[in-house]
């Protein structure tokens, strides 16, 4: 069953509450993230931990856990939840605040729910992506700002797309929405790495890739590129490596899924199974 635990107590979804005066909610103003489970692990969760307390570093948001204590309480909302594989997302936020701006004791929050799949159909085939020009504020910190994100997203399932490509205004490709972003140029595999977020997934990705023998270049990459492009796939959380065949109506190498795409999905399938 879905399970949240909020400062300590744990609730069902409709029992669940925390003040409107929370500036989580009133501004914003929380660092957050997002994993899952494979064999009934949660997958690099010390990673996820440590990128987490980052993003609040970041934006300046105190608090009074440690990496032990949050570790400890996501393996035992886990294990509470009962549920044999699951999404866990992680919250801490500015807390409550009368005057809207003052910030007052953290607050934590953890929602355990049944993991959601993508189709099959989309790694069969591939996805596509929509871009467009948008540069987020403090990129390093995964917070909930996602304004521009869900705007651009209803925009992009109307298109038929599945992600939505952020460019730079100086053209460069920096990272999907939800998702990094891996090209592959003459069997290199190039992805960005300045003013993005670092994933968790990208970096599995990146040293399955080294194992291999596949070459690996963290480099900026500039939108005119694409059209150079023998690959393309996006990783995340939710959707490990997804294909990547069509961006706007360019498609990428008339659609058909590469090799090395291919190659790293298996990988990453063995990598996960013996988790």
Avoid: W
Avoid at 107 to 132: D, H
Avoid at 203 to 223: Q, T
């Amino acid at each position: 069953m879905s399970l949240i635990y909020i400062n300590g107590k744990y609730f069902k979804p409709k029992e669940a509450r925390i003040s409107v005066f929370d500036l989580g909610f009133t501004r914003a103003y929380a660092a957050f993230d997002f994993l899952r489970t494979y064999n009934g692990k949660p997958f690099y969760l010390k990673e996820h931990l440590n990128r987490l307390l980052n993003s609040a570093k970041i934006i300046g948001l105190k608090h009074q856990y440690n990496l032990k204590f949050l570790e400890n309480i996501v393996f035992k909302a886990f294990e509470k939840s009962k549920l044999k594989e699951a999404s866990i997302r992680i919250y801490l936020t500015g807390g409550e605040s009368k005057d809207f701006l003052t910030l007052s004791k953290a607050n934590l929050i953890i929602i355990v729910t049944p993991i959601k799949n993508l189709s099959e159909y989309l790694y069969e085939k591939g996805g596509k992506l929509i871009t467009k020009t948008c540069e987020r504020i403090l990129p390093q910190a995964k917070t909930t700002v996602y304004t521009e994100g869900l705007k651009y997203l209803q925009e992009a399932k109307k298109r038929g797309a599945i992600e939505v490509l952020l460019i730079s205004l100086d053209k460069k490709i920096l990272e999907c929405t939800t998702s990094n972003i891996f090209v592959v140029f003459n069997k290199k595999l190039v992805t960005p790495r300045n003013n993005i977020l670092l994933g968790i997934t990208r970096k599995v990705v990146i040293n399955l890739a080294k194992k291999v023998k596949i070459s690996v270049i963290e480099r900026d990459v500039y939108l005119k590129e694409i059209r150079n492009a023998d690959e393309v796939f996006i990783t995340a959380t939710n959707k490990e490596i997804l294909p990547i065949v069509e961006i706007d109506n360019y498609k990428i190498s008339d659609k058909q899924i590469g090799e090395i795409t291919k190659r790293l999905r298996e990988e990453f399938k063995k990598f996960v199974n013996n988790y």
